[in-house]
């Protein structure tokens, strides 16, 4: 029987920092996903090379993104959840 992970913290999007909760919906290639958001847009998601090794993106992944300023269907990966932590946000109503 496998261990269950207990979580303890869960890394929320900062309203201050515009972040979004997102889904991801494909792989483009090339550090890039299209990602359904939480406020409706359907965005094209880009991975920073920082985390571009760090964080592997698959689709279905819960990730917070900033959307650009300048352009607001773009968007760059900041966080991906694990399992546990999904599970945490659905239970706190954070995802619908």
Do not use: F
């Amino acid at each position: 029987m496998p261990a269950t992970q207990e979580v303890t913290r869960v890394r929320t999007p900062r309203r201050e920092n515009h972040e979004v909760l997102a889904t991801v919906s494909s792989l483009l290639g090339s550090k890039r996903v299209t990602l359904q958001c939480m406020d409706g847009v359907v965005r094209m998601g880009r991975i920073p090379g920082s985390k571009n090794k760090k964080m592997w993106i698959h689709e279905g992944d819960v990730v917070i993104v900033a959307p650009w300023d300048i352009q607001d269907s773009k968007a760059d990966v900041i966080w991906k959840y694990t399992r546990p932590q999904v599970e945490w946000l659905e239970r706190k109503g954070y995802l619908k």
